[in-house]
């Protein structure tokens, strides 16, 4: 099994910066990629960010330019970057590990204001 655990959310004014972690545990050798998601109220859950292996990450057109996604191999986590946030950006952010176990993280909030 693969523990995530997300921190780093919090509140912010609109144009400020996050960043977000995803520390993974237990068999992390069986993760072949890893995405952020995040689900506003009242919506549904989006992708945000993946990463597959070492390669370079993808980011929803709609956040490109502004949310980067990267990864420290030696500390086994994954990080959401995200510059000039806006309001609409608010929402409860998940990182989901993929591969042969499948893991969801509990969800770290991040809030905008405007």
């Known amino acids: 099994q693969v523990q995530l655990v997300e921190s780093g959310g919090g509140l912010v004014q609109a144009g400020g910066s996050l960043r977000l972690s995803c520390k993974a545990s237990?068999?992390?050798?069986?993760?072949?990629?890893m995405a952020w998601y995040r689900q506003a109220p009242g919506k549904e859950r989006e992708l945000v960010a993946h990463q597959t292996g070492g390669g370079t990450p993808a980011i929803t057109d709609s956040m490109k330019g502004r949310f980067t996604m990267s990864r420290s191999s030696a500390k086994n986590t994954w990080y959401l970057q995200m510059n000039n946030l806006k309001p609409e950006d608010t929402a409860v952010y998940y990182c989901?590990?993929?591969?042969?176990?499948?893991?969801w993280g509990q969800g770290t909030q991040v809030t905008v204001s405007s």
């Open positions: 989901r590990s993929i591969g042969s176990s499948s893991s």
């Open positions: 237990g068999r992390t050798d069986r993760i072949h990629a």
